[in-house]
């Protein structure tokens, strides 16, 4: 729906720089929780963050459209981070540039990096369970597993209906071997995506390396 509105104030004004930046981002967003439309999505945000860019090249929020999408599909990191770090420089207020900042150091085995973005990011947004829910996930990557486990149940808490943070779990305990538990999170992801064949797949990886192959068809 933000994208469609979206669409609407660009037809209404085609030079509206900062509805082709935030369309951009609608588009990546749409693309990194895995629409239908992930490929086209990626294009689209490509698309838009150039447009803006065109319109207002000192837009901090087209070069996070950008890094986005040299984050994850060109796979262009290093030139992810100069967009976001420079899209930090010209707005120290955007919490989005933080945010894809600290995704793509953690994508890059730069866990401890990744902990201080993402920590900028809740000190500026406690409440947002994106942000949450990604700090919690690096914590325990880089080392803080209590810390970030606690932050990962709290989040649960906090917002039961946003499926990244039972799945974010779910991944931790698994790589503590705790398959039985990994499953049940792993479910309850699946169940608040409509069964989404990959979670699905996810829990019954859990409870196969748990010894229970027989309950994975289930």
């Known amino acids: 729906r933000g994208i469609e509105q979206l669409e609407q104030a660009i037809a209404l004004d085609p030079d509206f ?8 981002l609608g588009h990546l967003f749409s693309a990194y929780w895995g629409a239908a ?18 319109l207002d090249p000192d837009s901090a929020l087209a070069r996070v459209g950008r890094a986005g999408v040299r984050s994850h599909l060109d796979l262009d990191w290093d030139g992810a981070v100069a967009d976001l770090r420079e899209a930090i420089e010209l ?8 945010f ?12 401890e990096e990744s902990v201080a973005t993402h920590e900028i990011a ?16 690096v914590l325990c990557y880089a080392g803080r597993r209590e810390e970030g486990e606690r932050m990962l149940r709290d989040g649960i808490g ?25 499953a049940r999170w792993h479910d309850r992801t699946s169940e608040l995506t409509g069964r989404h064949p990959f979670f699905e797949a996810m829990r019954a990886s859990n409870l196969k390396l748990a010894g229970k192959g027989g309950e994975a068809g289930r």
Do not use: C
Not at 17 to 24: K, R, V, Y
Not at 40 to 48: V, Y
Not at 91 to 98: Q, S
Not at 124 to 137: A, F, K, T, V, Y
């Open 17 to 24: 720089a900062a509805a082709w930046a935030h369309l951009s």
């Open 100 to 111: 894809w900042l600290g995704v793509t150091l953690f994508l890059m085995g730069r866990f």
């Open 91 to 98: 707005d120290p207020t955007e919490i989005d540039a933080y």
């Open 122 to 137: 809740y000190s500026m947004d406690p409440q947002s369970p994106n942000i949450i829910s990604q700090l919690g996930l």
């Open 158 to 182: 906090q917002h039961p209906v946003f499926f990244d943070l039972p799945n974010f779990l779910a991944i931790v305990l698994k790589r503590r071997n705790l398959f039985d538990e990994a």
């Open 37 to 54: 439309r992930g490929r086209e999505d990626f294009d689209e945000a490509r698309r838009g963050a150039d447009r803006a860019l065109e």
